[in-house]
Structure formats: structure tokens, C-alpha cells
């Protein structure tokens, strides 16, 4: 079937199978391997992207159903050559380790930031709770929320 | 993990939603119940009719009780602010499901089509007496939440029925919760326990209690609400209550080797107490 998806600002008009979930579709036709295939059961959010501004874990929705939306991954959260802040922040406060969950952790944590200036740490971490690391290196992901957070609610 | 091939058809409307459907399609909505069974091969329908675009399906109207669209999603649900007026618990329940990639694309009628025993809206929607209306290619029918969860993942629903919504009577008056004893990795219900009391004074006058998880399905709870009705829900009223329940969901336990039966069982008692409390607190 024919799919029409904007992903980071491109129109991608392809033909797929229609049982190409949303995930393959971005690593395997687009070859945007930055979104991670995890747990590929809903859980762990390796997958995250956004689809019309929201979370989605991408590993749970058909290409099909994204027919017309435009989603944004890892590789378009950048603009202008500029990393998006959260990028910053999982820089700056390491909010990392082995790194494999990190494209869904900043994808995840860039929504929550827009939409919770001053977060508490409190609701970063349940907001992060479909995010997994499997290094448990929750310590500094939280850290580098928190830091966007607070800077989204001083200005 | 790739679900069995089918066909895909989009359906505008419900009618064209219906005349799509074939003898081993189902219809797909948000598809966070739907694809994750296809894709552990649990489930291999030959055609899915994509109802995610059906306007008429979308959406909460408030005109003395609740009407929800079946493909409002759990996160429209939860921070509506119509929802948390007439039923919070529903509120309450449709936030506590998944993470919020989840709640932003899983839908309550594919939640309740899907009708996991440990999913979190059923057993609100059992206990504040909601009705499903249903559409056929025979016209359309309403049965209560009660009857539609008929046993594990197991509805009342036939093939080619589609859920168009559900209506819930405005729970203003009451004092609701739903309060759930989280699996520690899935956060799934171990046991939830969903109450709808109608205070009179210090006096409860009628009580609705539910409980899932701990069951097939989400079950009503006659005895555990005869035992909180005319009292003032003091601790021999709670406990009362907490023993009358484990008999009203004797005959619907579920359990695993971590969770064993007769453990959730004594649970939905402990559990009760706290909805009980966080309903009246």
C-alpha cells in the first residue's frame, strides 16, 4: 500500500507492506537507525518518537497509521546544525552510558520538557517510566530533564 | 517482531467501517492492544479495518452523564476535564494505564475489545455502571460494562460488531477511586479495586464496588457492597467488606507463580480498604 509520511520535514511517499510497523519503516526504508528496536513490545521506549508533537513508541503503530502525519526522530531533533537542548543536556550531565536507550530517553524527555517547564524530579521520573535503561543510569538521565526543565521555566 | 500478513482497509465511517469488515478481520483503533498480540503471533487476523480516523468515534460529551467515543484515547480520558468531574476514578484509571506513549494512541474501545483482566479501565467502568454501545450490521445494541466482560479476554461482543462508545452516568454526587497494586515491572494490575460510594451525611448509602486484576475479568462485587451500604464506613464496615469481597471474586481468581490466587485474593480485601479510603479522603 502507498504511505505518505513527513518524517523531520520531508515528505516520504513509499510503497509498503501493510504490516510495516512505523519502527521499520524508519530504520529499514528510510535507513534513520537512530530510533532503537528494544523490547519491541510497547515497554521500553528505545523506539520513541514523536507523531504530531506526541510520544509515540514506534514499535506499536503501523506505517499505515501514520499515512499523512509527520513524525520527528533522533536524527530531526537538531535545528540549524544546533543540538536540541535535551541533546545538550545528555551531553553535559552524561546522561548515558552504553547510549542504546538514549535516542527514546531524549525524544521522550524533549516532549515532557515542552510541555512541564519546572518539573519536578518527582514527575521526570514517573514521566520516565516507559523509558528503560537497562545500565540503570536513571541518575544523570533525570539530572539532564531536570536541567531543560528548570530553563524552560526561567525564561 | 512482524504481525502474519493482512489486509489493510481505512474506513471512513461506521457504516463503511462495517461493510469492510470480513469474517476474520478486526478493526484497529490505536492498536496498542491489537498489534502487540499480532506480533507475538497470538493473534493472526487476515484483514484490519482502520477505525482511527472515524470522526464520529472521537471524543467526550457531557449532557448529564458521560459519552466517550471508543477511539478517544486513555490520555484524553485522563486529563479531561469532564471525566474528572463525573467519574475521576475513570480519570484516575485511564492515567494509570502504560506510560504516556502508550496513553496517547491506545484507546478505550480497543482497551475494552481487548478486555485484559489486568487492564485498569474495565474495572472502573464495571463498578460506576457503564454501558457499551455496540453497532452491528444489524443495527445498533447497548449491554452493561457487567455484562460485556464476559471471561478472559473474552467480551460480549460478535464478529463484525464494533464498538462505537460507552456512556457512564455523571458520578459527581459520589465519591470514586481506583487504586491498583502495580506489578513491579509491567505496572500492570496485580489487583485493582474500583469503588463509587453515594454518601448521605456520615452514611453510605449505596456502595459500587469492582475489582480486576486478581480476576479473569472485572468483577462487581455484591457482597463487599452490601457490607459498606448503610454503614459509616467505619473498620468493622471495612472489614467486612474486606472479607465479603474475597468471596464475590472466588470463582473468577486468576493467578501466577509469582501472584498465586489465594495472595491477590487477600490483596483485593487490603486493596478495598484503600479505595474506600482514598474515595472518602
Redesign the interface.
Known amino acids: 500500500m502507498q504511505v505518505s509520511i513527513t518524517v523531520n520535514g520531508v515528505v516520504h511517499e513509499c510503497d509498503v507492506d501493510p504490516r510495516t510497523l512505523l519502527v521499520h519503516f524508519l530504520r529499514e526504508e528510510l535507513d534513520l537507525t537512530g530510533t532503537k528496536i528494544g523490547c519491541d513490545t510497547s515497554q521500553c521506549g528505545a523506539c520513541t518518537v514523536h507523531l504530531d508533537g506526541k510520544v509515540l513508541k514506534s514499535c506499536t503503530l503501523l506505517a499505515a497509521q501514520a499515512d499523512g502525519a509527520a513524525v520527528t526522530t533522533i536524527e530531526g531533533l537538531s535545528e540549524n546544525g544546533e543540538h536540541h537542548p535535551m541533546q545538550t543536556s545528555f551531553w553535559e550531565n552524561h546522561g548515558l552510558q552504553c547510549g542504546y536507550c538514549t535516542p527514546g530517553m531524549i525524544m521522550a524527555s524533549a516532549a515532557f520538557a515542552r510541555d512541564n517547564p519546572g518539573a519536578s524530579e518527582a514527575e521526570i521520573r514517573h514521566y520516565l517510566e516507559g523509558n528503560i535503561c537497562r545500565c540503570t543510569g536513571y541518575h544523570n538521565i533525570v539530572k539532564a530533564v531536570k536541567q531543560v526543565a528548570d530553563a524552560a521555566a526561567a525564561t | ?8 482497509a ?1 474506513a471512513g465511517s461506521v457504516d463503511e467501517a462495517l461493510s469492510l469488515i470480513s469474517d476474520d478481520g478486526k478493526f ?1 483503533a490505536g ?2 492492544s491489537l ?2 498480540v499480532m ?2 503471533r497470538l493473534d493472526a487476523p487476515e484483514q ?1 479495518v ?1 477505525i ?1 480516523r472515524i470522526p464520529e468515534l472521537s471524543g467526550i460529551s457531557a449532557n448529564g452523564g458521560l459519552t466517550i467515543g471508543a477511539t478517544t484515547t486513555h490520555d484524553e480520558i485522563a486529563t479531561s476535564d469532564a471525566v474528572q468531574s463525573m467519574c475521576s476514578a475513570l480519570a484516575s484509571a485511564c492515567g494509570q494505564v ?5 496513553r ?2 491506545g484507546t478505550i474501545g480497543g482497551n475494552i475489545a481487548h478486555a485484559d483482566p489486568a487492564s485498569d479501565p474495565p474495572t472502573v467502568l464495571v463498578a460506576c455502571g457503564a454501558t457499551i454501545n455496540i453497532q452491528g450490521a444489524d443495527g445498533a445494541r447497548s449491554v452493561s460494562a457487567q455484562d460485556f466482560f464476559v471471561d478472559l479476554f473474552e467480551t460480549d461482543l460478535e464478529d463484525g460488531e464494533l464498538i462505537t462508545g460507552l456512556s457512564l452516568p455523571n458520578c459527581s454526587d459520589c465519591q470514586c477511586a481506583y487504586v491498583k497494586f502495580p506489578h513491579p515491572a ?2 500492570y494490575a496485580i489487583v485493582g479495586v474500583a469503588v463509587c460510594l453515594k454518601m448521605d451525611g456520615g452514611t453510605c448509602a449505596q456502595a459500587d464496588v469492582a475489582v480486576g486484576g486478581a480476576t479473569v475479568k472485572a468483577v462487581k462485587c455484591a457482597g463487599a457492597e452490601a457490607a459498606l451500604a448503610g454503614t459509616s464506613l467505619d473498620d468493622a464496615a471495612l472489614d467486612a467488606a474486606a472479607e465479603a469481597v474475597k468471596a464475590d471474586i472466588a470463582e473468577w481468581l486468576a493467578g501466577d507463580i509469582a501472584y498465586p490466587e489465594a495472595y491477590r485474593q487477600q490483596m483485593a480485601g487490603v486493596f478495598l480498604k484503600r479505595a474506600v479510603a482514598e474515595a472518602t479522603g
Do not use: A, E, I, T
Open positions: 517482531m512482524w504481525p502474519n500478513k493482512f489486509d489493510y481505512r484497529l492498536g496498542h498489534l502487540p506480533k507475538l484490519l482502520d482511527g502504560g506510560d504516556q506513549g502508550v496517547n494512541f509491567s505496572r
